[in-house]
């Protein structure tokens, strides 16, 4: 080897003894010994590729002393130690030009004498034609990868497209736009999809017994109330002016409590999920409403709605939420009332009327139950603590405070614009 010694890369760099009655041939053409015992080799057996210089195929023989090499060795050497008659060794090493051999070296005995013979051819183009496959190989394996992932993923976009159309019938869900669940779905989630809709089949038949119950039960307890309202005014009663007193004081406070609960029973709305209230229309035929009934003071309600705004709950509910909110601001107001409406991360109702307002320490009372700032309006002090009910059931806050563009009254209402509400049952 030029440079160096032969580096052996076989598992097992040991001789390897010949198996009896094998014979190797010679490729370095028939070799001889003469009387002398000089090593002959006959030129004209010996391929004409080893004749070439640097052809990659090369070889060696040596006899004790003696050593021929091919001429395509040219000024190059390979250092080859010789080896017992009958043994063998297969060798990777570096040629001439540095280009990887694969030699293979072997004992012999010859005319009484041994001599080893090797052989060697250049590996290039067979690296070369590996590295070539490797390339191939990988490229077509590459795409044949990407073709199965892209098969797969057709596959499982195919085998999930139901869930998708599940998952967009829970957005309608919630959007209001649809009751129950009725996509198609995969046997593994449809027990779930079935219980799901049973289960919000009775929500909603739960929510409108106790509904009509409380309704039921109010409206019997106050026919009960005005038989003892009359009762009280009997003429046995006139002697007993003080008893006739707590009587009637007691018959309209329960009256108070029927009204309320009566009005909780209307509000106890829907507990399916989803719904959705147009407020642009509601609210425009509230104003409406409100400018009928206070056609005598005739107060100047504006209204301004920001686009897309929409209420996540029932509409009775948020008809009695403005309703009681705009009743109260055109009671108290001298000529304006002012109503806004705006959507970000909640949904927030802001009302405000040029009127007294109402006094700092007295603002905690505004949404007690009965409260009235001012005996001499009409009223039974339950609009604002009905408004409360309702902000507290759909998880939102209230507030009150002096307003800046009005110098009246402002209230705050921020609800969620997901629905979230929990009307109280009772």
């Not at 098969?151 to 497209?161: C, H, M, P, S």
């Not at 007294?356 to 949404?367: N, R, S, Y």
């Amino acid at each position: 080897m030029v440079g160096g010694q032969p580096r052996d890369r076989t598992a097992d760099h040991r001789p390897v003894a010949v198996a009896p009655g094998a014979r190797w041939r010679d490729p370095a053409g028939r070799r001889r010994f003469d009387a002398a015992g000089a090593l002959a080799i006959d030129a004209a057996r010996i391929d004409a590729i080893y004749q070439r210089p640097f052809s990659g195929h090369y070889y060696i023989v040596i006899a004790g002393a003696q050593r021929q090499q091919s001429r395509s060795l040219w000024d190059g050497d390979l250092a080859i130690e010789p080896l017992p008659p009958g043994q063998w060794r297969e060798i990777r090493a570096s040629g001439p030009q540095r280009q990887p051999l694969l030699l293979r070296v072997a004992g012999y005995s010859r005319q009484q004498h041994d001599l080893t013979i090797a052989v060697a051819e250049d590996l290039s183009a067979l690296e070369a034609g590996l590295r070539r496959f490797q390339l191939i190989y990988g490229a077509v394996s590459a795409a044949v990868l990407a073709a199965l992932l892209l098969v797969q993923r057709l596959i499982v976009g195919r085998g999930l497209a139901p869930i998708d159309a599940v998952r967009e019938n829970l957005a309608r869900l919630e959007r209001g736009e649809a009751s129950c669940i009725d996509a198609a779905a995969p046997a593994e989630i449809e027990p779930m999809i079935v219980e799901l809709n049973r289960l919000l089949g009775t929500l909603d038949k739960r929510s409108r017994r106790s509904r009509e119950a409380l309704g039921n039960l109010a409206h019997a307890l106050k026919t009960r109330l005005a038989i003892l309202t009359q009762s009280s005014e009997a003429p046995a009663l006139a002697a007993h002016p003080a008893l006739r007193a707590a009587i009637g004081e007691s018959t309209e406070a329960m009256r108070r409590i029927v009204e309320r609960e009566l009005k909780r029973a209307r509000l106890a709305g829907s507990a399916m999920p989803g719904q959705r209230v147009d407020l642009e229309g509601e609210i425009d035929v509230l104003v409406r409403t409100l400018g009928q009934l206070y056609a005598g003071k005739a107060p100047r309600i504006t209204s301004a709605i920001a686009p897309g705004a929409t209420f996540a709950g029932d509409r009775e509910d948020l008809l009695e939420l403005l309703g009681n909110l705009l009743d109260n601001a055109c009671k108290w107001c001298t000529a304006r009332v002012s109503l806004t409406v705006s959507h970000a991360d909640c949904l927030a109702f802001t009302v405000e009327d040029d009127g007294p307002g109402c006094a700092t320490d007295a603002i905690e009372e505004l949404t007690a139950r009965g409260y009235r700032a001012d005996e001499s309006k009409p009223g039974s002090g339950l609009g604002l603590a009905i408004v409360r009910d309702i902000v507290d059931s759909y998880d939102g806050s209230l507030q009150f405070s002096r307003s800046a563009a009005l110098g009246g009254l402002r209230v705050d209402v921020r609800l969620p614009t997901s629905q979230r509400a929990n009307p109280p049952l009772g």
